[in-house]
């Protein structure tokens, strides 16, 4: 990201607002913070879409962002919305895949984004912690898809 210094306190404080980063330690925040960008999206810009090849993993620091699946007849299926502390995007940083579903601004937001080369150059310990903290949201994402499953009308 290339912070100025008298940024990265800033910066460093807001990731560890997030639900995701809190297991970091300062050091391992400043590493990601280098690493990687924090964007800003507008009220329906698109963050990736669908089929699109994109290495890059996502976590959202503020606002909240659409998860959609184009169905049948060129519909548009919303699969989720998630907000701040929550990350997208594993599979194409893990799998090396295109998109399986588009991300869409559902507010104005700001997301932290890291490609997959430059989680590959991080040091070891913040690269297994991030791969760890991939591994917690996955399986509570599947939690929660299996409890949908079993009894729908829990959610």
Not at 78 to 98: P, Q, S
Not at 113 to 123: A, C, F, Q, R, W
Request: one cysteine or more; glycine letters at 6%.
């Amino acid at each position: 990201m290339g912070i100025k210094e008298h940024e990265a306190e800033k910066y460093t404080a807001l990731l560890h607002e997030v639900k995701f980063f809190k297991p970091f330690s300062v050091e391992d925040v400043r590493h990601l913070l280098d690493a990687g960008t924090i964007y800003r999206y507008k009220l329906h810009e698109y963050i990736f879409k669908e089929e699109e090849t994109d290495y890059s993993f996502f976590v959202i620091l503020r606002g909240s962002v659409k998860l959609l699946k184009q169905g049948a007849m060129s519909q548009k299926k919303e699969l989720a919305t998630m907000g701040a502390g929550e990350c997208f995007g594993e599979m194409g940083l893990i799998l090396h895949d295109k998109r399986t579903a588009t991300a869409l601004a559902a507010e104005a937001s700001y997301i932290f984004k890291i490609t997959s080369e430059n989680v590959d150059n991080l040091p070891t310990d913040t690269k297994g912690m991030l791969y760890r903290q991939f591994a917690l949201s996955l399986a509570e994402r599947l939690k929660e898809t299996t409890q949908s499953i079993i009894s729908p009308d829990h959610f």
